[in-house]
């Protein structure tokens, strides 16, 4: 049940506030919701931080919960089917233990990056070394490396300006 104030601030929603609310109520992220409006994913969040900045900031799952409270007491209309958050489990027990020593893979496993971003975009190294293949000392040794290049083309840069002062002085 929600209180007269959360009520108070969804009744007072504008019509685009309303609206993405009633598509996160339906269980839709923050992308399906723009692609559903055509509009930006930071769109969308900016609608929905809006309500949440008028109720104290509560988090987006229990907004989208009230939302859906208020929305079933007063009768506004949600389309699509309910939220996750609201589904109710499923039987547990029906399920089959997973076999001691076997892994299962997921399905979606491939698309999750397993790279770091610096790791990826390696030209610069001979193929088949990545950084992460190198070991303490070895990013110890680049490090110190690049350390000293730079000091020596400070040294350059600073000699060079002071040939410069001589030959104009």
Do not use: C
Not at 56 to 78: C, F, H, K, L, M
């Amino acid at each position: 049940m929600i209180d007269a104030a959360t009520a108070s601030v969804f009744e007072t929603l504008t019509a685009k506030q309303r609206q993405a609310m009633a598509l996160a109520a339906d269980g839709l992220t923050s992308k399906e919701i723009a692609r559903e409006l055509d509009i930006s994913p930071h769109s969308v969040d900016k609608r929905i931080d809006a309500v949440r900045g008028r109720l104290d900031a509560r988090p987006r799952s229990q907004i989208v919960r009230d939302y859906r409270a208020w929305s079933d007491r007063t009768g506004e209309p949600i389309t699509g089917d309910r939220s996750p958050l609201t589904h109710p489990s499923p039987d547990t027990a029906s399920l089959e233990p997973q076999p001691e020593g076997e892994t299962l893979p997921f399905d979606d496993a491939l698309i999750f990056e397993r790279t770091s971003e610096w790791d990826r975009q390696t030209g610069w190294l001979h193929r088949g070394v990545k950084p992460s293949d190198l070991g303490v000392g070895g990013r110890l040794l680049f490090v110190v490396a690049g350390a000293f290049l730079v000091a020596a083309a400070f040294v350059l840069v600073a000699a060079s300006g002071n040939v410069l002062i001589d030959l104009l002085s």
